[in-house]
């Protein structure tokens, strides 16, 4: 089908949108030439994660499905969608006026149950979950930092310390070590038995939010809303409404696109 003259869909990539991310988008590697244009490519991955469909059931006026899954394992496999998050992150961050490092931090996880077995998976005996937890920090516009899946069986105290170990270790090895901003992460009680070890090994103060005494039901917690509603606009693709992936590490990438996604949008809107 004509590519051009096909009907859109809502997820796809509008003409002020691939503007702002073709300049992030890593270099073609050497070889035979696309049949289909990354344009393309990417609106049927963003397709497949904002309705949760199959890779098979992907509509015919997209590419073969097989050649949308390549697409995205390896970009997966290399990690381009989390290289191109964190792009995007630092142009959103500068569009709005911050600086591109943020200062703070906020880190939260989210029990979800897996449907197609696969790796990692337990039970959270607190919410009675049997899948996999997802760790994610954002900075203090809610735009995602990392994401880490394991079982759902560990706790916060270890899964967290395994997140900013991943954190901590992403921002050495990069060339913004130097410029490094992070100072404080914000977490709920869940964490309160790392306080010490991220002080000590990552050299970031982790504040501990707590609820109010005698608080019942739901309340607003400050700082710790920020990450609760980065969740909830991850949360809004159905690829995420639960955990379908057989790997961690695809989960983890389904995340980086959702952000993408959403990453793209806010872009957009300051060109």
């Not at 994660?49 to 199959?54: E, P, T």
């Not at 995205?72 to 490092?101: C, I, S, Y």
């Not at 038995?193 to 607003?220: N, S, T, Y």
Request: hydrophobic share 40%; proline share 4%.
């Amino acid at each position: 089908m004509d590519q051009i003259n096909r009907k859109t869909y809502s997820t796809d990539l509008n003409d002020t949108e691939w503007a702002a991310i073709v300049p992030l988008l890593p270099e073609s590697a050497a070889g035979r030439p696309r049949v289909w244009p990354l344009r393309v490519m990417l609106n049927a991955i963003f397709y497949i994660v904002r309705n949760g469909c199959i890779w098979r059931d992907l509509p015919h006026d997209l590419p073969p499905w097989k050649t949308v899954y390549t697409q995205f394992w390896r970009w997966r496999r290399d990690g381009t969608w989390a290289a191109l998050n964190g792009a995007l992150v630092k142009a959103v961050r500068q569009a709005e006026g911050r600086q591109p490092q943020p200062s703070a931090a906020v880190i939260d996880s989210q029990s979800v149950k897996t449907r197609e077995g696969g790796e990692a998976r337990g039970v959270d005996v607190y919410k009675q979950i049997a899948g996999r937890k997802r760790h994610l920090v954002v900075d203090t516009l809610g735009l995602l930092l990392l994401a880490l899946v394991h079982s759902a069986g560990i706790p916060d105290s270890t899964g967290g310390k395994q997140t900013l170990q991943t954190l901590f270790d992403q921002i050495k090895g990069s060339v913004y070590n130097r410029y490094c901003r992070l100072k404080l992460i914000w977490a709920d009680g869940g964490y309160e038995d790392i306080v010490a070890w991220v002080k000590q090994h990552c050299g970031w103060k982790l504040d501990i939010v707590r609820r109010p005494e005698g608080a019942k039901g739901f309340v607003v917690l400050p700082r710790r809303w920020v990450v609760e509603r980065s969740i909830a606009w991850l949360t809004r693709n159905r690829r995420l409404s639960k955990d379908y992936e057989r790997r961690t590490a695809s989960s983890e990438a389904v995340i980086y696109v959702a952000s993408i996604r959403l990453l793209t949008k806010r872009l957009a809107a300051h060109s």
